[in-house]
């Protein structure tokens, strides 16, 4: 079992500079990888400054040797796939190979949203992971979806982590659109539930999970749950071991805007296993 913190980069002592200390305090404190959410305005308090996670991954990445870093997750239907690929390239050669992308349809109220339809964002989504697979290749691409239609193009640039950078995939696990998804790429970053009623999860759901793979090795199922009360049970009350036992192989912290004295706090505790 490893063990990662997830934050948003939202607040004060969150910014790229105040990031990149907490990941290389989160390394020395014994954690496997930290995290961010990845949006424009906090939703939760829009007049908390907001700072864009892409950029302060880059400094998170030069401030680290070990830990994996990365985003839980990005509405890629809010961006433009070939950028995101590009992005994400840069940011494993930086990292030496550390990246994650975590994706997900993103949520129908975000106001940089170009629709709020949950058919057309999964579509955009499906479409826009096929095409940063595609690209990440290095070799020419052409793609011919509904929403996206690429000719021959070619990114020379390659991830250093083969076959690619490891997607994982966001969402509510009970839908079956979002299981179909997970079970297509690297693994899962999935809550439980809705944003109004979260569920917590349990080593049976994993299980259940994995058990519809036809290479369950080749998951990684991280657990987060969407909002404290859904994580807490995981972090608080819910045992590592048994999630581990489950085929689980990420447990994982959220950390809420907080200040910086608080936050780092909790990081110096380190992961539950220290």
Request: proline share 9%; hydrophobic share 40%.
């Amino acid at each position: 079992m490893r063990y990662s913190v997830t934050v948003g980069a939202v607040g004060p002592g969150r910014d790229p500079r105040g990031l990149a200390e907490l990941a290389r305090v989160a390394e020395d404190s014994g954690w496997d990888a930290m995290f961010l959410e990845d949006y424009l305005v906090y939703q939760g308090d829009a007049s908390q400054p907001t700072y864009d996670p892409w950029i302060c991954l880059a400094a998170m990445a030069v401030a680290t040797t070990r830990i994996r870093i990365g985003t839980t997750v990005t509405p890629l239907p809010r961006r433009r796939p070939w950028k995101v690929a590009a992005e994400a390239v840069a940011l494993d050669h930086l990292s030496d190979g550390r990246f994650v992308l975590g994706v997900g349809i993103g949520d129908p109220g975000d106001p940089f949203l170009d629709t709020a339809e949950p058919k057309v964002l999964a579509e955009l989504l499906d479409e826009g992971l096929e095409v940063i697979d595609g690209l990440w290749t290095g070799e020419p691409f052409s793609f011919h979806g509904k929403h996206y239609r690429l000719d021959g193009v070619q990114l020379t640039a390659r991830p250093v982590q083969r076959p690619r950078i490891p997607i994982w995939v966001g969402g509510n696990l009970l839908v079956p659109a979002v299981r179909r998804r997970i079970l297509r790429w690297d693994g899962s970053c999935a809550y439980k539930g809705s944003t109004d009623a979260p569920q917590q999860l349990t080593p049976d759901d994993v299980r259940a999970l994995l058990a519809e793979r036809n290479d369950p090795a080749a998951s990684d199922v991280s657990l987060r749950g969407r909002g404290p009360a859904a994580f807490d049970v995981k972090v608080s009350r819910g045992d590592p071991a048994a999630f581990a036992a489950a085929g689980a192989t990420w447990w994982g912290r959220w950390i809420a805007p907080a200040a910086p004295e608080e936050t780092l706090a909790i990081i110096r505790q380190g992961p539950p296993s220290r």
